[in-house]
């Protein structure tokens, strides 16, 4: 035999055996009851199946030591036998299960033997490899088991290799330092997507600069996918808390491949949302090196160019968090000094640069918060007004706010009213009594192609306010009269957005109704009665229009050109709003107390097509207007016709009011005959 087994647990029948083996030679295992299986050898010697039989036999019947001397006869008879040396194998390996390698380092090397004589013609069986290599797994043999690795690796098909490093990533970690980084190596040529788990382990051993570049490797390749499910931000994450933990440690520059600053920018540019993270982990990154004036200056370049305020938040407070602890630190050392009585005037002279440096930074914060919406929209017309409200008295940056706006701000994707902000503007040179440039300010302006016509209108009634207030009546009727301009008639549509709003502002009704109060206000009847002419002829009149200027022609006893103003904006308008007018037409002309017949036609036309939810109150009227001043009759007549005319809804308290009427003018027997 080619060396002795272990013995078994019992030591007494280890013993016998150990006499037994040492009085007589291999063939004294064979006894009488082996006769039959040794006949079958002989008569099929090339068979596996009478070797199986033989070793079963002796499984059940024979010791140890005579079943590994069937097995060592059978692989050595049949040495191409997988089946064989796989039983014999288990058989030996199965016996030093739970032995110290050490201890039995003898009875171990004789079984990495047998292993060895197997692959000899066995180096195809990836099993015999898993068993050989799992067997040399369980003893201190680094090198030996690294070299069957890779013998293993070299003798087997590609496609079987997955089973030997599935062992071989254990190994790995069992071998630890440059060994295991080696092997992963090796292992990554064929299986990159593992590649977190290689980073894992360079991290784990301190190799932190390999472990860097494989995470650059992997954000490299856009077709990685994580096997743990991790986006390409949470990658970029673990780098850069690496690169910033570790930057002592990780070396850097052209030589190696490695450069911090380019590699954070660029991930500032692919991840526009985590922009504030990346920035204050740059900042981190050099504030870890040691190089504090670096990362202030990309502390600086973060905060002014960052897109939101979140982000700005979270680079505003690191870098506020940071130059607290520089200040903390030379607050401490100059407690220090001055308790062992030393003086240092150049580091008290920093500390009080830091602490003024530190109060600029927090006073600036306002600001660098607005410039921040601003680079967000440059068209937000209220933080430009936050702006010029954050100067407070400095009227020349005021200025210079408002002059970057206007330049800024595109009037049509403005956000807010723009119109406000120019007209602040010139606010801002008559508050200081330069009504000159706020003119010309204000005429600028009015040039601008706001968004809506509306806004153009404010602006233009804005210029006359302003005159209002210096008491320039005369120019702010000539504001006014400038701003109304237009053809002798016009056809120019005001929701026609194809057209510029100082083609429409024209018959802007806020611009007319601003401009008639001011002309009424300071100006004749005879102006004021143009002004309103102007706006019938353009169509533009409103119900309160046509009020307005009856109301002042019968402040002005002018009671005829009244009455017809209501007509012409009769014309102009249908019920529900004719209604009113009529009703307001009505009253006046019947408290004039023109002609009855005039009064009676005025009556017949305005129920001529009234809508009869608007019927009762005219006919009402009609009919009181008939009683006072006309017949009874013809008063019944008028009341008779409202039983049919009005709703449904008023039609029976009409028939009350009607047979009411009628009573109190003929007596209760007409209600019968009307009934």
Not at 34 to 45: F, G, I, P, S
Not at 437 to 459: G, M, N
Not at 559 to 587: C, H, I, M, Q
């Amino acid at each position: 035999m080619p060396g002795t087994l272990l013995p078994p647990r019992s030591s007494r029948q280890h013993a016998q055996m150990d006499r037994t083996s040492a009085s007589r030679p291999d063939f004294y295992l064979i006894t009488d009851q082996d006769t039959v299986y040794e006949q079958d050898l002989l008569r099929d010697a090339g068979s596996v199946k009478p070797w199986l039989a033989y070793i079963e036999f002796k499984q059940q019947h024979g010791t140890l030591y005579e079943q590994a001397f069937i097995m060592e006869r059978a692989c050595r008879q049949l040495p191409r036998s997988y089946k064989l040396w796989k039983m014999y194998l288990e058989f030996r390996t199965k016996h030093l299960k739970g032995r110290n390698p050490t201890v039995y380092r003898a009875e171990f090397q004789k079984v990495n033997a047998l292993f060895e004589r197997a692959l000899i013609l066995l180096n195809k069986m990836p099993r015999i490899w898993e068993m050989y290599l799992s067997f040399l797994l369980l003893q201190p043999l680094v090198t030996q088991s690294r070299r069957t690795f890779d013998r293993a690796l070299r003798a087997l098909p590609v496609t079987q290799h997955n089973r030997i490093w599935r062992l071989y990533k254990g190994f790995a970690h069992s071998a630890s330092g440059p060994t295991a980084v080696k092997i992963w190596a090796r292992y990554m040529q064929i299986h990159p997507e593992n590649a977190e788990d290689y980073i894992e382990l360079l991290v784990e051993m301190g190799h932190y600069t390999e472990a860097v570049k494989m995470f650059m490797d992997i954000l490299d390749n856009p077709r990685f996918q994580s096997k743990n499910g991790k986006s390409s931000f949470q990658l970029w994450t673990e780098m850069v808390e690496l690169l910033v933990s570790k930057a002592k440690k990780i070396e850097t520059g052209p030589q190696v491949g490695i450069d911090v600053d380019a590699i954070l920018r660029s991930g500032i540019d692919r991840f526009a949302d985590q922009r504030g993270k990346l920035w204050a982990g740059l900042a981190t990154y050099w504030i870890t090196k040691g190089n504090f004036e670096k990362a202030r200056d990309i502390f600086e370049e973060g905060i002014t160019t960052v897109m939101t305020v979140r982000d700005f938040t979270l680079i505003f407070d690191s870098y506020v968090e940071f130059e607290e602890s520089i200040i903390g630190s030379l607050m401490e050392a100059a407690a220090v000094r001055s308790e062992k009585g030393k003086l240092d005037e150049e580091a008290d002279f920093d500390l009080d640069l830091r602490m003024l440096r530190f109060e600029q930074l927090m006073d600036r914060r306002p600001f660098l918060v607005n410039d921040v919406l601003l680079r967000q929209n440059p068209h937000n017309v209220i933080e430009w007004e936050k702006r010029v409200a954050l100067w407070g008295a400095n009227k020349q940056e005021a200025v210079d706010t408002y002059t970057a706006a206007i330049a800024a701000i595109n009037p049509k994707k403005a956000h807010g009213k723009f119109s406000e902000l120019w007209v602040n503007y010139a606010k801002l040179y008559e508050n200081g009594g330069d009504l000159d440039t706020a003119r010309v300010i204000l005429d600028k302006a009015v040039k601008v192609p706001f968004k809506s016509v509306a806004e153009l209108a404010e602006t233009w009634c804005e210029w006359a306010e302003m005159e209002l207030r210096g008491e320039n009546f005369d120019r702010a009727v000539d504001v006014m009269a400038k701003a109304t301009q237009a053809p002798k008639k016009s056809t120019v549509d005001y929701f026609d957005e194809t057209l510029s709003p100082q083609q429409r502002v024209h018959k802007s009704w806020k611009l007319w109704s601003f401009y008639v109060d001011l002309v009424e206000s300071v100006s004749s009847l005879e102006e004021t009665r143009k002004v309103y002419e102007r706006i019938f002829e353009l169509r533009i009149a409103t119900p309160q229009t046509v009020v307005n200027y009856a109301n002042l022609l019968e402040e002005s006893k002018y009671f005829e050109d009244s009455f017809k103003v209501y007509e012409r904006g009769l014309d102009l308008f249908s019920y529900p709003v004719a209604f009113e007018l009529w009703n307001l037409y009505l009253t006046k002309a019947v408290d004039r107390k023109i002609g009855i017949e005039r009064l009676r036609d005025l009556f017949e036309q305005a129920l001529d097509e009234c809508p009869p939810k608007f019927a009762k109150p005219l006919y009402l009227m009609y009919g009181n207007l008939e009683e006072e001043r006309g017949l009874a009759r013809h008063a019944m007549r008028i009341y008779e016709r409202a039983t049919r005319a009005v709703s449904d809804e008023d039609r029976f308290e009409m028939f009350e009011f009607y047979i009411t009427k009628s009573a109190s003018n003929f007596g209760l027997t007409s209600t019968e005959t009307n009934l």
